[in-house]
């Protein structure tokens, strides 16, 4: 695939979002135990079609009290950085206890792939669509009522079925909070894979929207204090403390570029 390269100027998360996000990866990515890969090589050579001074780094793998591994990477593009994590994982997708060398080299290259995504490139392979948000999703199609002179079953468990808004790009301001609204709104998620997906476009939503001032994420906070509440109530799988440690990062960040601009 041929890209054109972004613009001259420096880089912004939106900036860098709008170019990634609208590259079609599906010729790229691989299905495996029902989960959707894609090439790490590739999403490099496409970072670096588009921005070439982009680096990464692995920072230290942390191990739990069971020998379980996580890996960290870090993206860094001009001045703009995003830190992504992934556990060393089996062909189940379950954590490996005592995961040997060349498991956890491998889980470092996912990681890096899974960070490329928080700047747009394949994002929508994990919010579970298989094109880019651009693309008309093609309805599903349902089945004929079947014909019987039975009751109608009751209503009651299709109720319970959540139905998740469509994922949104982070284009615009406006369409991207009304998304967030209405996951507010719905007041739960599908699963916690879900969950994990929205916690994912929400931090990439505070990185590209509210982040220029502590005024400006303090805001943006107040104006989403029910997506925190959301995540802490639903949350099994750790998404609320990665969500306030991103934001706790995200305030150092800004008092650090704040303190150094005086």
């Known amino acids: 695939m041929t890209t054109k390269k972004a613009g001259s100027g420096e880089p912004t998360y939106e900036s860098v979002w709008k170019t990634l996000s609208k590259i079609d990866c599906s010729d790229k990515a691989e299905s495996k135990n029902g989960l959707t890969y894609l ?5 490099w050579g496409i970072l ?7 680096t990464y780094d692995f920072l230290n793998e942390e191990w739990d009290r069971e020998d379980r591994c ?3 990477c870090k993206v860094r593009i001009g001045e703009l950085e995003r830190l992504m994590w992934l556990p060393v994982m089996d062909y189940k997708n379950k954590a490996i206890v005592s995961p040997d060398t060349r498991a956890v080299s491998d889980t470092r290259m996912r990681c890096l792939t899974k960070c490329l995504a928080m700047y747009g490139l394949g994002h929508y392979i994990y919010a579970g669509e298989d094109v880019p948000a651009q693309t008309e999703p093609v309805p599903e199609e349902k089945p004929p009522p079947k014909k019987t002179a039975a009751k109608k079953a009751p209503a009651k ?3 319970n079925i959540v139905q998740m808004p469509q994922v949104k790009t982070l284009d ?3 369409d991207a909070q009304s ?7 719905v007041g739960s998620f599908g699963d916690q894979g879900e969950c994990e997906n929205f916690v994912n476009f929400f931090i990439g939503f505070l990185d590209t929207f509210w982040s220029t001032s502590k005024k400006d994420l303090k805001d943006g906070y107040v104006r989403n204090t029910g997506v925190f509440d959301l995540v802490k109530e639903y949350s099994t799988t750790g998404q609320y403390e990665i969500l306030s440690a991103h934001m706790s990062a995200l305030k150092q960040a800004i ?6 601009n005086e």
């Open 179 to 185: 998304y967030i609204d209405e996951i507010v709104e």
């Open 172 to 174: 615009d301001l406006d």
């Open 255 to 260: 008092n650090n570029q704040e303190s150094s």
């Open 157 to 159: 468990k299709a109720d």
């Open 70 to 72: 996580t890996v960290w």
């Open 39 to 43: 090439s790490w090589a590739w999403a």
């Open 48 to 54: 670096m079609e588009n921005y070439p001074q982009a």
